[in-house]
């Protein structure tokens, strides 16, 4: 039996702060951080869009992308750091929406900008047990960064579903394995309740990043006897524009390779839906037969590996919804004032 | 809104879910579970809609309901459907952008919340399409 993506949708929110425009109100120099960063620009979301929205403007457009039938989605796990409830699901909220309940199960996944592709592998195992139909697995965030810190430079917002099967006349693209790599690792994190995430600083790149990406992508090709060469395009987590270009090189994989997915510097780091929008950009402009490598990584810390084969049913459902390059055009810019109240920083008193 | 008066809407308010009368072809939104033409002979049915539909008629904004005070300006709507009926709702455009006759279509948004430690209200709002 194959297991794979049988759909797949992407939503970005329309509005984009330029990081010059943030730099000019802390007095940082935009120069060195556009250069240090490789990101230009990030998305905003409206007023009125949370995670929540986010994730199913994100599971509507994989729903129409392969026309299917909603009632056959019986597991529904949406990953974020971000849920708009501390405790509420998301993933039922989504479900609703999409028109899936009541014959169906549904949770949140949380693993900082990993819980979307720890969804996906939850939901390969029901398929591939039969204990489900097709599963949808969701990563959607509206990051929030404290005003000032470095991660206000690239927290992002956007959104993205995958819609998982096992039969093999369905699969747009067969997940052929997937490899996961974990450990404690203290990098990131926000206690309950407060509203910006904390980070180790400089910290984070070796013993988080570098590490849990490596262990993932080595141990899955290891596992696979495959190298670089035998993949057409990779997608890594980015949470700028310089770790993923970095570990691609340290792994082998040329800039080639990378080019389709790379969506950080005019989207930002939208976290949990980070890599999983690298490769619906990469599935966008895939051909039948293309062979992807994925690692997405989460903060806390792991790294999880996909190698996926590209079918040829996905020119059949590629143009049936919005693509991520055209949800990248045509952006509406804010500056920081009005950025600072779409996002709460600044409220009427 | 109570939470259960609010729950009770909420299919309707995710997906434009209404009515259609079998016997003479109209459409109901919100739903009606009687059709005013056909009466008796009338078949009633659920009905989802598109959501797409124009702009009959609008309004900006400037002095919003409580809640609503951060959004301001904005612009409500009469939307009507392609199938027919029309409804009111906010419409995410800027102000100066919109005019009757416009293209809509619908997406998915945070209509409210009661306060931060109330439910959020979620539902249908439109966007030029
Ligand atoms: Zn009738």
């Known amino acids: 039996m194959s297991v794979g993506i049988v759909s797949y949708g992407a939503y970005i929110p329309k509005y984009r702060i330029k990081v010059e425009d943030i730099a000019r109100v802390w007095g940082d120099d935009a120069d060195i951080l556009i250069a240090g960063l490789m990101v230009n620009e990030k998305s905003v979301p409206d007023m009125d869009e949370d995670a929540a929205t986010i994730a199913v403007e994100a599971a509507r457009a994989a729903v129409s992308r392969s026309g299917l039938d909603v009632n056959r989605i019986e597991a529904v796990y949406t990953g974020s750091e971000s849920h708009p409830y501390a405790v509420k699901p998301t993933s039922t909220i989504v479900a609703e929406a999409i028109g899936a309940t009541p014959v169906m199960t549904a949770a949140d996944f949380e693993f900082a900008c990993k819980a979307g592709t720890a969804a996906m592998q939850a939901c390969m195992g029901l398929v591939s047990s039969n204990m489900v139909d097709l599963g949808l697995a969701i990563g959607s965030d509206v990051s929030q960064g404290a005003p000032g810190d470095a991660l206000e430079y690239t927290a992002a917002a956007g959104g993205v579903a995958y819609i998982i099967g096992n039969k093999e006349s369905e699969l747009v693209a067969v997940i052929e394995d997937t490899y996961s790599f974990t450990t404690d690792t203290p990098d990131f994190w926000r206690r309950e309740g407060m509203p910006y995430p904390e980070h180790g600083g400089r910290f984070t790149g070796e013993p988080g990043y570098f590490k849990h990406v490596l262990g993932a992508a080595k141990g899955l090709m290891e596992k696979l006897g495959t190298s670089p060469s035998d993949y057409d395009n990779a997608v890594f987590h980015q949470p700028n524009g310089k770790f993923p270009r970095r570990v691609a090189k340290m792994l082998g994989f040329s800039r080639e390779h990378i080019k389709p997915g790379m969506v950080v510097s005019r989207l930002g780091n939208t976290y949990s839906g980070s890599c999983m929008m690298g490769l619906a950009a990469t599935l966008d402009q895939a051909k039948s037969g293309d062979r992807i490598f994925m690692t997405a990584f989460g903060s806390g810390a792991g790294g999880d590996a996909f190698s996926i084969r590209v079918t040829d049913r996905i020119d059949e459902v590629r143009d049936q919804a919005p693509k991520v390059e055209e949800l990248l055009e045509d952006p509406v810019y804010m500056d920081y004032a009005m950025y600072a109240k779409h996002k709460g920083k600044i409220r009427r008193a | ?129």
């Not at chain 2, 209404?18 to 459409?27: A, D």
């Not at chain 2, 009926?85 to 945070?110: A, N």
Request: charged fraction near 20%; include cysteine; hydrophobic fraction near 30%.
């Open chain 2, 1 to 129: 809104m109570s939470v259960a008066r609010s729950w009770r809407h909420q299919v309707q308010r995710y997906n434009l879910i209404g009515t259609s009368c079998n016997s003479c072809g109209k459409y109901f939104y919100p739903p009606r579970t009687m059709c005013p033409g056909c009466r008796r002979d009338g078949e009633i049915v659920s009905y989802k809609f598109k959501g797409t539909g124009e702009i009959v008629t609008y309004t900006v904004i400037h002095t919003a309901a409580e809640g609503f005070e951060h959004q301001t300006p904005y612009v409500l709507g009469i939307v009507k459907l392609d199938e027919g009926p029309s409804l009111t709702s906010q419409i995410i455009v800027d102000p100066t952008d919109i005019y009757m006759g416009m293209r809509v279509r619908p997406v998915f948004r945070k209509l409210g919340d009661s306060g931060e430690k109330g439910i959020i209200c979620y539902g249908t709002k439109f966007v030029p399409e």
